[in-house]
Every structure is written in structure tokens, then in C-alpha cells.
């Protein structure tokens, strides 16, 4: 993992709960006592739409929050710049609590360190693709000069050269959702929100903005929390995942975690269907060394999936293969076994 730079910024979020309803601090104890989200409603009127939430979204890397419709994955993204404020709990930014801001550091904070793509795209329609991109600059008071260098770079590196000049009722989904890409990159902000942000798009032009999100994240290893409710983007995008069901973390970590060790049922039915081979990589698989490995036996990195493993051992003579660390030292090896073994979906 790329150490984080200065001017990243890590999220915790520490017990968090958010309870609607007009005496929702009244409820708190209830909540923190177990009540059900149907009970809650039923007996007293009021909605749960978090419970307790732990979350570490480390600085420099993707934080993804999945669930289904209601799961309250958008109703927790939305705590992060309190759009909406909790009932209960922290949410420690680069370990400063946003909770506890008053309206101009919250308006600051807000303003400097966080920008958000949103899934309807959220642009003004009288102003064309480089106004639009500049918001956020010229909400802060840059200089106009500066406003412009920035927002036409962002602009290009999205893929919309030339359309600056366009409005938005001029381009395709796609490229309005470009359009709010750049936005939210020009205000050069450490931490981007990303609430369902490419749901909307078809599913080639999904996966092509997927594309564009992970090539510029290496470039800019800013902390971006994604929304979604589909698992194939979680996978793809995430550096770590949080499954979200009624309002609780159901499982939390990695995708090697999520699709090797379901926590449940509820879990499980997400990954059965996922293409495993894809997903999974060696070193979830493989037997530690502590040696050179098998004399002669084919190499691949640590992060080399499955199927890749795969196709190198059929290329070859052998039945294992040597998994060498990120400095080319041995530190595995795997069979063509084990390879097959990761492959099924039993538990």
C-alpha cells in the first residue's frame, strides 16, 4: 500500500447512528439496546437508518459501501460532509470530529476538503461544461486564470477535450457524468464522494468510467468513498468493502474477503455469482514459503488472479507456480489444486 501523501486524509467513523424522527435522541437508548428497525417504526414512529457504524477508511485509497435499496449505504455517505448530522457517534477526519464543527468550519471543511459526484449528475444546465467544472473554484475565490487552467486540464484528462464550450443538455449520459467527474477533480479536494455515481450509465459506459475512475486514482491516491449497490463495481473498485443491510455492517474488508469468506447468508448470495476467477488472487490461495520454491517452476506476482495463474500453468509444463512479493522474492507457491479449489463457490 502507497504510503498516504500530506495532504490526504483518512475517515473514521466511531458508533454512529442516525434515527428519523421527532424525538430521535430519545430513541437512541432503544437503538443501542438492540431494538429492531421494525419495532422502532411500529411501537414508536421513528426510522433507523444506521446503527452503530465502524468504519476505517484508510487515507489514499477507495472505500466502498454497497447494500441494497434502503440498506442506508447513501443515507451514511451523506454523514461524511453532514449533509445529514448523526444522531449519535464520530466522524474523525484527519482525527478532527465533523460532528462537532460549527457552521464556518463545517462550511470550510465542506468547501476544501471534500467534493461529491452524484448518480443524476447534478449539473446547472445554463452554463456549459468548463463553467461547471469551475464551481467549486469559484466558490472558493481562486483567481479566474487559475479557475480555468485547472478545470481545462480535469476537462481533458476525463476525455471531454473539446467540449468545453458544450452544455449539458448537448452530451450523453456519459459524458454529463464526466462533466461532474472533473467538477469534483478540479476542486482538488482530498476526499471525493461518489454516491451511486455511475449507476445511471449504461453498462459499457459504466465499466469505461469505471476505467477512467482507477487510471486518474493512481495518479492522485485521493481517499474516495463510492457508493453502489452492485458487486461486480464493488469489486473492481474497492480497495476495501462494507456491506451494508438495514442500517448495520454485515461484513467489512477487502474483496478477496468478501468473495473467499462470506459472513452470511445474506452475503453469500451477493458473491455466488461472481466470477471468481476474476476476483480472487494468488496470495489469498497460496501455500507461504519460506524458501526459494520449486526449483525451475513458472513466477507471477502477488496480486495475480486466479485465472491468469491459471493460463500460465497451462502454458507450461508444471503443476505450481512460485508467487513472488512486489521485490521479486519468493514468498508462496500454489497448485494447479488449489487454483481449481478457488474456483468453486462452496463456503
Known amino acids: 500500500m ?9 475517515i473514521e467513523i466511531r458508533g454512529l447512528s442516525k434515527i428519523f424522527g421527532p424525538r430521535a435522541t430519545d430513541m437512541a437508548a432503544l437503538v443501542a439496546q438492540g431494538i429492531s428497525k421494525a419495532e422502532l417504526n411500529e411501537r414508536h414512529g421513528h426510522v433507523l437508518g444506521l446503527r452503530d457504524i465502524n468504519i476505517d477508511m484508510p487515507a489514499g485509497r477507495i472505500q466502498v459501501i454497497m447494500g441494497l435499496s434502503g440498506s442506508g449505504k447513501s443515507t451514511l455517505i451523506r ?3 453532514r449533509l445529514i448530522d448523526p444522531t449519535v457517534g464520530e466522524i474523525l477526519v484527519g482525527g478532527e470530529d465533523v460532528v462537532k464543527m460549527d457552521a464556518g468550519a463545517l462550511r470550510t471543511f465542506r468547501r476544501h476538503k471534500t467534493a461529491m459526484v452524484f448518480q443524476k449528475f447534478a449539473l446547472l444546465p445554463h452554463r456549459t461544461v468548463l463553467e461547471n467544472t469551475v464551481y467549486g473554484l469559484e466558490v472558493q475565490g481562486v483567481p479566474r486564470a487559475r479557475q480555468v487552467d485547472e478545470a481545462m486540464r480535469w476537462i481533458a484528462r476525463v476525455g471531454l477535450g473539446g467540449f468545453e464550450k458544450h452544455y449539458p443538455n448537448q452530451l450523453s449520459g456519459g459524458m454529463q457524468q464526466r462533466v461532474g ?10 476526499i471525493l ?5 455511475f449507476s445511471a450509465l449504461d453498462p459499457l459506459i459504466r465499466t469505461d468510467m469505471q476505467t477512467v475512475l482507477l487510471d486518474i486514482q493512481k495518479e492522485i491516491r485521493k481517499t474516495i468513498v463510492f457508493i453502489t449497490h ?10 476495501r468493502i462494507a456491506i451494508l443491510r438495514d442500517g448495520e455492517i454485515v461484513q467489512q474488508g477487502t474483496s478477496q474477503d468478501i468473495v473467499l469468506r462470506p459472513a452470511d447468508d445474506y452475503v453469500e448470495s451477493f458473491v455466488r ?5 476474476k476476483v480472487i488472487e494468488v496470495d489469498a490461495v497460496m501455500t507461504p514459503l519460506a524458501g526459494d520454491g520449486a526449483p525451475g517452476s513458472p513466477q507471477v506476482p502477488v496480486g495475480t488472479t486466479v485465472d491468469e495463474a491459471i ?11 512460485t508467487i513472488t512479493g512486489t521485490d521479486g522474492v519468493p ?7 488449489q487454483l481449481a479449489a478457488a474456483l468453486t463457490s462452496a463456503r
Open 2 to 10: 502507497a504510503e498516504p501523501q500530506e495532504n490526504q486524509f483518512g
Open 79 to 81: 454523514h461524511i460532509n
Open 181 to 190: 467527474l472533473a467538477r469534483a477533480l478540479t476542486n482538488d479536494a482530498p
Open 193 to 197: 464522494l461518489m454516491d451511486e455515481a
Open 230 to 239: 452492485d458487486l461486480d463495481e464493488a469489486l473492481r473498485l474497492g480497495d
Open 273 to 277: 455469482e461472481v466470477n471468481r476467477g
Open 311 to 321: 493460463g500460465t500453468l497451462v502454458a507450461g509444463t508444471g503443476d505450481s507456480l
Open 331 to 337: 514468498v508462496g507457491a500454489v497448485t494447479l489444486r
